[in-house]
């Protein structure tokens, strides 16, 4: 079977692409329908920001058989460190979770592209503990909510701007984990961006270097070699992020880590954005000065087609072991 590919113009959300949330729901222990899986108004998460989350995708399979979770056990390692640092106890190892995942895809039906999102948060406070913020004497919970989410993001690239929030450090905020409270400063970016038309924001850390983008990490190709910022730069440093550079030395592209500044970013040959969410992504324009020739370079065009046959079970190299396959019944 044909796999179905949504074509998106610049700056257009295609209908098919919009998310649509998934009927059952895993929250707390069960599998539950959407609406009952409600929380209290004072939950801790929802008044501190004590919250960890993960964005995973199940992309259709090359064949069109199965539903691939991809590289799912390197985000539950990550979703469990996050947990970690928030004193979160997920209730549940790396492969429980991920078993949970499939059978959430299962019970779903799900037989698209989908997003999972699986969050771990503070709850209540327990009996006798103080009131107030922190950590302990809380109650903890996880739960999994699941979106029909295909590309979002037009192939034919993105325009950024730069943006006047500064990325905090990571001794302010934990960056490498993906804590909800942490992702104001990404909201204020995002929202900073799109009101001057963006489709997205670069942000920089308070060294001026760049560190990422609102939901995504940033390369640049110069001279036919790819860099990224280093973790110390302030940043989550992605899956896709890892995934690309393997992927870079599959195709004999040199890959390397260090600090830039805004000026080697404007000055690059080519730009791309990795993330989960918007994939492999070209950057055509940041704060209205066209990088290389203005559109898609041949670097990006190489990594984002093999990303994308990669992701599907559909590339000759060897890394299926990325790839948790959910099958689809098609009763
Ligand atoms: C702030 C931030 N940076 C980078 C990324 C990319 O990470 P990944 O490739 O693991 O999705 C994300 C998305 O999760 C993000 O929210």
């Known amino acids: 079977?044909?796999?179905?590919?949504?074509?998106?113009?610049?700056?257009?959300?295609?209908?098919?692409?919009?998310?649509?949330?998934?009927?059952?729901?895993?929250?707390?222990?069960?599998?539950?329908?959407?609406a009952e899986a409600a929380l209290p108004l004072t939950t801790q998460?929802?008044?501190?920001?004590?919250?960890?989350?993960?964005?995973?995708?199940?992309?259709?399979?090359?064949?069109?058989?199965?539903?691939?979770?991809?590289?799912?056990?390197?985000?539950?390692?990550?979703?469990?460190?996050?947990?970690?640092?928030?004193?979160?106890?997920?209730?549940?190892?790396?492969?429980?979770?991920?078993?949970?995942?499939?059978?959430?895809?299962?019970?779903?039906?799900?037989?698209?592209?989908?997003?999972?999102?699986?969050?771990?948060?503070?709850?209540?406070?327990?009996p006798g503990s103080r009131p107030g913020v922190g950590l302990t004497g809380v109650s903890d919970a996880v739960s999994i909510t699941a979106f029909a989410m295909g590309a979002y993001m037009p192939a034919a690239g993105i325009r950024c701007g730069v943006s006047s929030w500064v990325r905090p450090r990571g001794a302010a905020v934990p960056m490498r984990a993906k804590v909800t409270g942490g992702y104001v400063n990404n909201a204020l970016a995002m929202d900073e961006a799109r009101a001057a038309g963006y489709d997205d924001a670069i942000l920089l850390n308070d060294r001026g270097h760049v560190a990422e983008a609102s939901t995504a990490n940033v390369f640049a190709v110069a001279a036919g070699r790819l860099i990224t910022p280093p973790p110390t730069a302030d940043l989550l440093p992605g899956i896709t992020r890892d995934t690309v550079s393997v992927l870079a030395a599959d195709l004999g592209i040199e890959a390397g880590e260090r600090d830039f500044a805004l000026p080697d970013l404007l000055a690059a040959d080519e730009v791309f954005l990795t993330g989960t969410g918007v994939g492999l992504t070209p950057v055509v324009e940041i704060c209205g000065r066209p990088i290389g020739s203005g559109h898609p370079g041949p670097v990006t065009r190489d990594l984002a087609d093999l990303y994308a046959r990669t992701i599907r079970g559909g590339a000759p190299a060897p890394h299926d072991h990325w790839l948790t396959p959910v099958r689809i019944d098609r009763g």
């Open 1 to 34: 079977m044909a796999v179905p590919t949504a074509t998106i113009e610049p700056g257009q959300a295609s209908a098919a692409t919009r998310p649509a949330v998934a009927a059952v729901a895993y929250h707390r222990g069960d599998f539950v329908p959407l």
């Open 45 to 126: 998460a929802l008044q501190y920001g004590t919250g960890v989350f993960e964005g995973i995708r199940a992309n259709l399979s090359a064949d069109g058989d199965s539903l691939l979770l991809f590289r799912v056990h390197d985000h539950f390692e990550r979703f469990v460190r996050s947990c970690r640092l928030l004193r979160i106890d997920p209730g549940h190892t790396v492969d429980e979770l991920v078993d949970i995942t499939c059978e959430l895809l299962r019970r779903n039906g799900s037989a698209t592209d989908t997003y999972l999102r699986p969050l771990g948060y503070k709850l209540g406070l327990l």
